[in-house]
């Protein structure tokens, strides 16, 4: 396959007033200069992520927080193509949320698996994802993960100190169905709460409750986001740019 410039779907309905969006821009240039890895950047809505092949074709999809998503079925489409296409994946806060829905419905089969935001009207049987007990907007806490997972790779330690900003998180009665499917959770907090969730087999496939992209000051990514912008330039056959040493 010829190489080319990796192109990146963001997903999401882009606003200023939501931080992470607002970083997106800052850590695409930084990753450019400091890594040489540049990445061919399109913010895709929800909507839009509902049409037949929106992300096909790219090297990576991030699914941005954001949440409520304007269509919750635009989302879950861009996960589900990139889950099956074995593209380049990352859901971070809501895109967490989101891919854990994703593969509970069209994976294990639990088609009834709702999100409490989306659907406040949900039987309670039926919430995967379901209002945390203490809201984690504008918390700062420890991430412990699975040694000789994705994540551990990625991140370099067992443990780390990360941002969040998210008042919904997974209801434990349905992870084992969805470990039982092949999802692994390879990262909780010091409470025991899951925090990360990566698909084995897959190229590249993370997604995270915490917010990586809000780590700092923008000046320098995140090692997930680092991680993702590599995982699109190998997919894209393309190399990072020659002037720039790459750093780990």
Known sequence: ????????ALVGDRSPHVKSHVRIPLLLDALA????????AYWIRSGDAAEPGAVEGFDAVWLLPGSP??????????IRTA??????FLGTCAGFQHALIEYARDVCGLTRAAHAENDPA????????????CSLVGHEGAVRVTSGSLAESVLGAERSTERYHCNYGPDSRHLDTLEAHGLRFTGVD???????????????????????????????PHPIVRALARAAVTRAGAVPAASVPVTG
């Not at 889950?83 to 380049?88: A, M, Q, T």
Request: hydrophobic share 40%; net charge negative; no cysteine.
């Open 1 to 8: 396959m010829n190489s080319h410039l990796p192109r990146i």
């Open 190 to 220: 010091d409470d025991g709460q899951v925090r990360i969730a990566e698909l084995p087999g897959h190229p590249f496939f993370l997604a995270t409750l915490f917010q990586p992209e809000l780590a700092g000051d923008g000046s320098r």
């Open 83 to 88: 889950r099956e296409e074995g593209v380049p």
């Open 33 to 40: 200069e400091q890594d040489g890895l540049v990445l061919d």
């Open 69 to 78: 998503y304007e269509s919750e079925a635009g989302a879950l489409a861009a």
């Open 122 to 133: 949900a039987d309670t049987g039926d919430l995967l994802i379901a209002p945390l007990a």
